[in-house]
């Protein structure tokens, strides 16, 4: 049985807060929710586009550090703050790292508070298992 967190240094230190940036555990990839901030963490921007691409970028560190890429992301979960006025700044980010045909599951969900006064959108992901194929 494997078992080994992850926190690479480009992302912030999430052991200040108790918690690891990803965790590897028997070949699957659990990822905290990344959230468009940078090492600060300062928020990337006041805009749902902005955020998301940054969110995005994020976890794509946390995948590389992790050695795997976007393409082996198997679930994807978003929450941002009033989607139904803030889906269309989140849609470009989304196509821009997950490519067409979308062999990611995604969902999303509105709430009326973020995680902190600025941050209005925030993504958290689980990878495939080595085992699951491509369908």
């Not at 300062?42 to 050695?67: C, I, M, T």
């Not at 995604?106 to 194929?133: D, E, F």
């Amino acid at each position: 049985m494997t078992d080994e967190m992850i926190n690479p240094g480009e992302l912030f230190d999430a052991t200040e807060f108790g918690f690891s940036q990803a965790r590897e555990r028997n070949g699957v990839l659990h990822l905290s929710g990344q959230i468009g901030v940078d090492s600060e963490p300062r928020v990337a921007g006041d805009d749902v586009e902005s955020q998301a691409r940054k969110a995005f970028e994020n976890l794509g560190v946390a995948l590389e550090a992790a050695g795997k890429r976007y393409d082996d992301v198997g679930k994807v979960v978003t929450y941002m703050v009033d989607l139904e006025d803030n889906v269309g700044g989140y849609r470009e980010p989304w196509s821009e790292v997950f490519d067409k045909p979308y062999r990611v599951t995604p969902s999303s969900a509105s709430t009326s508070s973020a995680l902190s006064p600025t941050a209005n959108c925030w993504s958290n992901s689980t990878s495939k298992p080595y085992w699951m194929s491509d369908l």
